[in-house]
């Protein structure tokens, strides 16, 4: 309910890390974009806020068919289209919408594809243009989708923010005025918030959208102020110019815990940082020098000295936090000795030389990638394996470990939809372990590879969970990488904002959100 | 002097192809393309990279591209932007104002400062007066600006409360932009307090970016000043008794603003320059933050649009500088 009429409105300031590219989800992959995208738009299912778990949206139920190839989604009705300047939206949400979304990155041959530079990196990347079969309106509201083969995370993949519904009415609206363009800059969504203006590179304001679905959210106006320096965004919380800041810096944090008038949240993140090993290579095509080297790195002090206090140490390549995961899987022991014989037995008894990448830049789930690759240099010394540390430019760093030409390398990954299969065969499967595929470890291993492949086609997650923990297994066995750490994801917020979820995808989201007076 | 003028014209021609020459291919240089970018930790079938890139024309041969882009900067079209598939020209429109706003306060703020201080410091030679504004000076000038702008929004924003940590009007305020010059849509628009705010705004962004300039004004005032204070007429001034308000005032500081006014003219290159970082502190939407933005997401179109219409307008303005002090001094235009 809203407040008396004499209250004044309620204005949330988010003090966001950066501007958005554009307001489409689909064009984009940054999640800054996606938290500027998010007040706006609804998916056909979503994630809970704060969680994993995925929930009606748009869609207000759905059917699986036994084989896991055919979805039929039933629409919520009475959904309302916003409206924007000089668009009225003429009737409510249905399945056209539905089909011009999903349409509309698929279909090389649809009016809008091109639009907007049409680069839908997420729906390219993640393969979905092969995955999809038929996407068909049966009535206005309902949809079935057809896959190629059976992809158990799909309905994680729909919650992602690339899959939001978009009006089908609007972009004719705009391509009978000739502006298709304006699609992507002047958002219509169904979202609990309706964009008002922005002003380049200097904030987003968005209003409630009365006529939300799920019914008004408690605050009347949303602003996100761009503040791109993370220093300059601490002080800003601190003089009360935001309430809430994304990306602190590190040293800051003992300070905001400190601070009476701020709550210092913290969330262990849905991440992974490792050490992969080129395993086409020797000498990590022998499994031997990879287990000799996980029992030489001495993980303990990388999360003291690296992460001091923001990471938890891993064993698997998934995040506690999602299903399957195997929290009795063993860890290889810090043991140097042992390492060395192991080494000696696979024929180094001397060690050998290699190379060790180091990313240039902090990424959420590695704060010093340079200090972690000088902790793992000086412990690999202790087994004679003398180490030398390479870095490169960003974009450059990707591209060469993408294509195997590494011996070892850090790396990690942010997950996208909580499903294990975003890790465990995006990060580890055959198809990746091509060149410049993801799977930096250049690891193709059958017995696991057919377990997790397995369980992309059992839609029953118990089923699938069984299969993650002893492909879990494997991987440990196996050791095509080093698994460091899960880094904790900390995000200070006044203690005025009532109701803020942390969300394990590292989203910012507003609705249901509110403000004391 | 009209010869003067097509010479200085003409020679505009050169530096103009240069400046296309080196945004273009500068930033090709830097490894990563828009795309690979955008992909972050995720890998992609090489199919469907070449797909991506083809549709931003970015697989044509390097020197197709820039012929392409070299015939569309001829024709007044810089192309959009790769991220916001905005017209090039559009944003730069749309931002600049904000840098021109601050650029003026800040050369205000080194004026209003430098000029007495340099003034002093020559009447008061050797004196602790001059000692202090030298080496303030020289501690201004070698500031580097990240840190001075924290510095000083921790101590008035954060621990005194005076003014706003960054932006340029609080969250409170909407105002419609009319002449994107935020003073004056504030001033114009109906939010009462808005135009305080916006002013508010301004005073810590102003001060970070006209340090520098104010330093460079201070010492140049000083040392031109000295000069013309040993000029024979000062002292024929001083003999006829004269007092020193008069003689400083009146005839030695306007003898002594020709060279000082080169340099504030020169000083425009600094200022935007300058408000690359001070716009990144200060999250000041305008042309510096919006060209750090593009050289991170590798925004071809947008870069090379930035970096030559800055370039334009300092060449233009060094251009007016130029033709003003011809204009005033016949030696330099008469010069071979």
Request: proline share 6%.
């Given at each position: 309910?809203?407040?008396p009429a004499w ?9 966001a ?6 307001f489409?989800?689909?064009l984009?992959?940054?999640?800054t974009?996606?938290?500027?995208t998010r007040?706006l738009f609804?998916?056909?299912v ?11 949206a748009?869609a207000e139920?759905?059917?699986i068919?036994?084989?896991?190839l055919t979805?039929?989604f039933?629409?919520r009705?009475?959904v309302k ?5 000089d668009y009225k939206p003429?009737?409510d949400f249905?399945?056209d919408d539905?089909?011009f979304?999903?349409n ?10 091109s639009?907007s530079?049409?680069?839908?990196a997420?729906?390219?990347?993640m393969?979905?243009?092969d995955?999809?079969k038929v996407?068909e309106?049966?009535?206005d509201?309902?949809?079935r989708?057809?896959l ?11 919650a ?9 009415e ?6 009978k ?7 992507d800059?002047?958002p219509?969504?169904t979202?609990?918030f ?11 304001r968005y209003?409630?959208?009365e006529?939300?679905?799920g019914g ?28 809430l800041?994304p990306?602190p ?7 905001i815990a400190r ?11 849905l991440n ?5 090993f080129q395993?086409?290579k ?9 287990q ?7 993980r303990?002090?990388i ?13 698997n ?12 899987n063993k ?5 140097p ?7 000696a037995?696979a024929g180094y008894p001397?060690g ?10 902090q990424?959420p789930y590695n704060?010093?990638?340079r200090r972690m690759?000088?902790?793992?240099q000086?412990d690999?010394?202790k087994?004679?394996v ?7 430019e960003w974009?450059e760093?990707r591209?060469?470990?993408?294509d195997?030409?590494?011996q070892?390398?850090?790396?990690g990954?942010?997950g996208?939809?909580?499903d ?5 065969y995006n990060?580890?499967g055959?198809?990746?372990a091509?060149?410049?595929g993801?799977?930096?470890?250049k690891?193709c ?5 057919d ?10 997650q118990a089923?699938r ?6 492909a ?5 066995e196996?050791?095509p ?7 904790v994801?900390f995000?200070?917020?006044s203690?005025k904002?009532i109701?803020y979820k942390?969300s394990p ?7 249901g959100v509110?403000l004391?007076e | 002097?009209l010869k003067?003028i ?8 050169p530096?103009?192809l240069g400046?296309t020459l080196?945004?273009f291919f500068?930033i090709?240089l ?11 930790e995720r890998g992609?079938?090489p199919a469907?990279l070449e797909e991506m ?14 012929a392409?882009?070299l015939?569309?900067v001829?024709t ?11 017209p090039?020209?559009?944003e730069?429109a749309?931002?600049f ?5 601050l650029?003026?306060?800040?050369i ?7 000029l007495p ?5 020559a ?16 501690t201004?000038?070698?500031m ?5 702008g924290?510095?000083l929004?921790l101590?008035f ?6 003014t706003?940590v960054s ?12 002449t994107?010059?935020?003073?004056i849509?504030s001033?114009?628009?109906?939010e009462?307090g808005a135009f305080?705010?916006a002013?508010?705004?301004?005073v810590l962004?102003?001060i970070v970016?006209g340090?520098?300039?104010l330093?460079v004004?201070?010492r140049?005032t000083r040392?031109s ?9 000062i002292r024929?001034?001083r ?13 030695a500081?306007r003898?002594?603003m020709i060279?000082?006014v080169t340099?504030?003219?020169?000083q ?6 300058g408000?690359i970082?001070t716009?990144?502190i ?6 510096g933050?919006w ?7 590798r925004?071809?179109p947008?870069?090379?649009?930035g970096?030559?219409l800055?370039?334009c307008?300092?060449m233009?303005?060094n251009?007016?500088v130029d033709?003003i002090?011809?204009l005033?001094?016949?030696?330099i235009?008469?010069a071979?």
């Open positions: 309910m809203a407040g209250a004044a409105p309620k204005t949330l300031v988010y003090c890390e950066g501007s958005p590219e554009n489409n989800a689909a984009n992959t940054s999640g974009t996606f938290d500027a007040p609804d998916g056909l979503e994630f809970e806020r704060g969680t994993t778990k995925i929930v009606p748009l139920r759905w059917e068919s036994p084989d896991g979805y039929t039933h629409l009705r009475g289209w916003q409206s924007f300047k003429t009737r249905n399945a539905v089909l979304s999903l509309r990155q698929w279909k090389a041959d649809h009016p809008y594809h639009i530079g049409g680069g839908y997420f729906f390219k990347s393969g979905l243009g995955l999809l996407v309106k049966l009535d509201h309902t949809v989708i057809t190629s083969r059976p992809e158990a995370p799909f309905l994680a993949d729909l992602m923010d690339f899959a939001n519904i978009t009006s089908a609007y972009a004719d609206f705009l391509m005025k000739g502006t298709p363009e304006r699609y800059q002047d219509v969504g979202g609990p309706r964009f008002v203006v922005y002003q380049k590179d200097a904030q987003v209003r409630r959208f006529e939300h679905w008004k959210t408690p605050l009347d106006n949303l602003v996100f102020a761009i503040t791109p320096d993370a220093a300059v965004r601490y002080a800003k919380l601190k003089a009360g110019e935001c309430h800041i990306y810096n590190p040293p800051d944090l003992p300070a601070d009476p008038t701020l709550t210092l949240m913290e969330m262990e993140g992974v940082g490792y050490l992969a395993t086409q020797k000498p990590f095509d022998d499994k031997r020098v990879r000799a080297i996980n029992m030489a790195v001495d303990k002090s999360l003291d000295q690296v992460f001091q206090g923001s990471g938890k140490s891993a064993k390549p998934i995040p506690p936090g999602v299903f399957g995961y195997l929290a009795d860890d290889y022991p810090y043991d000795a042992k390492a060395k014989a192991l080494l037995e001397n050998f030389e290699t190379d060790l990448y180091a990313m240039p830049v990424r704060p010093n990638a690759a000088e902790i793992i000086a690999l010394a087994i004679g003398k180490v030398k540390i390479v870095s490169f974009g760093y591209k060469r470990i993408q195997g030409d590494h070892m390398a850090l790396y990954w942010t996208d939809n909580g294990p299969d975003n890790f465990m990060l580890l055959c198809a990746a091509k060149t410049s993801s799977n930096i470890a690891w291993h059958l017995p696991y590879e377990l997790v492949l397995k369980a992309k086609q059992v839609p029953d089923a969970a069984k299969l993650y923990e002893q879990q297994r494997i991987f440990k196996e050791a990488w080093v698994t460091i750490a899960h880094a994801v995000e200070p917020v203690k904002v109701g942390q995808f590292n989203r910012h989201q507003f609705d509110d004391a | 002097m003067f097509a010479t200085r014209i003409a020679l505009l021609i530096t103009f400046v080196l945004a500068l090709r830097v490894p990563g393309d828009p795309i690979e970018v955008r992909l972050g992609i079938d469907r890139r083809a549709q931003l024309g970015l697989n044509k041969p390097l020197l197709e591209q820039y392409d882009y015939g569309g001829l007044g079209d810089l192309g959009r932007s790769l991220i916001t598939q905005t090039v020209l559009h730069f749309e931002l104002p904000a840098t021109i706003e650029s003026l306060c800040a205000l703020f080194a004026l209003i400062i430098g201080a340099g003034v002093l410091a009447v008061k030679r050797g004196g602790p007066l001059d000692h202090g504004v030298m080496a303030a000076s020289l201004g000038y070698s580097p600006i990240f840190w001075w924290l510095l929004i101590f924003s954060v621990i005194l409360g005076w706003p932006g340029r009007l609080s969250a409170a305020y909407y105002v419609e932009p009319v994107g010059f935020l003073l849509d001033w114009m628009s109906e009462e305080m705010d002013l508010h705004h301004l962004p102003s970016l340090t520098i300039p330093a004004i201070a140049m040392s000043m000295l000069e013309v204070l040993g000029e024979d007429y024929t001034a003999a006829k008794g004269l007092g020193l308000f008069r003689i400083v005032g009146l005839h500081l003898n002594a060279p000082v340099v504030i003219g020169l425009v290159g600094t200022l935007l320059a408000a970082l716009e990144t200060f999250a000041w939407p305008g042309i933050k060209l750090i933005e593009s050289i991170n997401r925004d071809y947008a870069l090379q649009g970096v030559l800055v370039a307008v300092v233009l303005v251009l007016a033709l002090y011809g005033l001094n016949p030696r235009r008469h071979k």
